[in-house]
């Protein structure tokens, strides 16, 4: 099973934090550069004589990703893709790297929310020009929240190429056993629900306080908050919104196993598989682990979308996309290959239809009839798409300020100071951050 380790909260928090330090000190003040690379009319064709592009990734052992390259050798012959891997925990770093030494790869898979970094920089292609002549992409297609990932000053430097959303898995046989008919559809439901499904040494919820940030903005969001401001230059989470939410996520401490508050949302899959918590708010990635590694759980849990706050429908969403870099010699070729792994059959193949539960990032997909086909378990993480919110703060120096709201959030999860503390310290040191020039 596929679990990106971009995607794992702590990673982002402290993995963002290092790319913007890196990619800072590469030049944050270089000028985006837009050569006109794609210009033409029709389709891009094959180069008339043999090229290589080279394919920087943490995907690009897996049996899938092979697959589709040998296929895509059959069809451009004279296109040689030459994989270029590193390990999830350090791709950001090495390719920040390889950037800063003009030594860029042609194409990356990376980790989407940072798109917009490499972009601001001018290390990225802005892909308007191909996609304009492509009868393959349509951006239109795309989920909203993917779109604002790889869209950076109206325009967009990647495609979308795989994703998942939060939501909420819960313990069937625990509802029942507590006259609970179903998964809690508003936080009023879910706190009851909470409440009293723990008893007997047994839990409601599942808290993680070393991941205090990332779990707090679908609560977030919910209650009508955002991050930052719209200009990314202003906190905005110490809204009265944000202290709503915080509230109410801090105070569910008290249905959760405090053994568990300094585990990760990963190791703490033991407490759900054990039946010692009944809710559990992750991405699609943890219903692919409860059936790898707890077969025998299978009728026992379930999914739903997470319980819906003033502000309707929201949920956080996670991915990869596919970027060029501005110092490719073969953007053409180039091209074609982000194409081809763009082409629905093998966004389906790449996502649900292989091992793993990744969702496709194209509406098309998502509401076609195959997906609850092949995994009916992704249907409501699916259907969550129209909710899903891309976490993506245009601020190089917002990662700081992340990590320190991670911190005050984590010690009012523990009752060391209160929710609207935690969000006060966390602004007035993020402010001084985003401040300074």
Known sequence: MRIHGSWTAPAVIVMALATTMSLTACGSDAPPQNTGIGKGTG?????ASPQTVTFFSWVGNEPQMK?????????HPNITIKFENAPAEQAQQVLSTRIAGNTAPDVAYINASDTSDYAARGALV?????????????PDDYVDGFKTFVTWNGKMWGLPFDGETTGLFYRTDRFKEAGLAGPPKTWEEFRAAAE??????????????????????????QAGGEPVSADGKDVAFDSEAGKTAAAFYVDLAE????????SNSYDGRV??????????????WFAGTLADEYPKLEGKWAAAPLPEGSAGCKTTIAGDSLVMFSQTKVSDAAWLWMEFLS?????????????GTLLPPTKSLLEGEDL??????????????????????????YPRVETILNEELSKAIYGDQTAAEALDNAAQQGRAILGRG
């Open 43 to 47: 389709p891009v064709k094959d180069p």
């Open 126 to 138: 802005d892909l308007g020009e191909y996609m304009g002549r492509s009868e393959v992409v349509k």
């Open 196 to 221: 009293k499904l723990t008893a007997n040494g047994k839990y409601g919820f599942e808290m993680f306080a070393s991941e205090a940030a990332y779990y707090f903005y679908p609560w977030l969001y």
């Open 271 to 284: 407490a759900f598989a054990r039946g010692d918590v009944a809710m559990y708010v992750a991405g699609a």
């Open 255 to 262: 249905y959760s196993p405090r053994d568990y508050l300094n």
């Open 343 to 355: 082409r629905p059959e093998n966004l389906a193949d790449w996502t649900y239809k292989t091992e």
């Open 67 to 75: 697959k589709m390259a040998a296929e895509f050798s059959k069809q």
């Open 372 to 397: 609850a086909k092949e995994k009916p378990v992704l249907k409501p993480f699916a259907d969550l798409m129209a909710c899903g919110v891309a976490s993506a703060v245009a601020n190089p120096k």
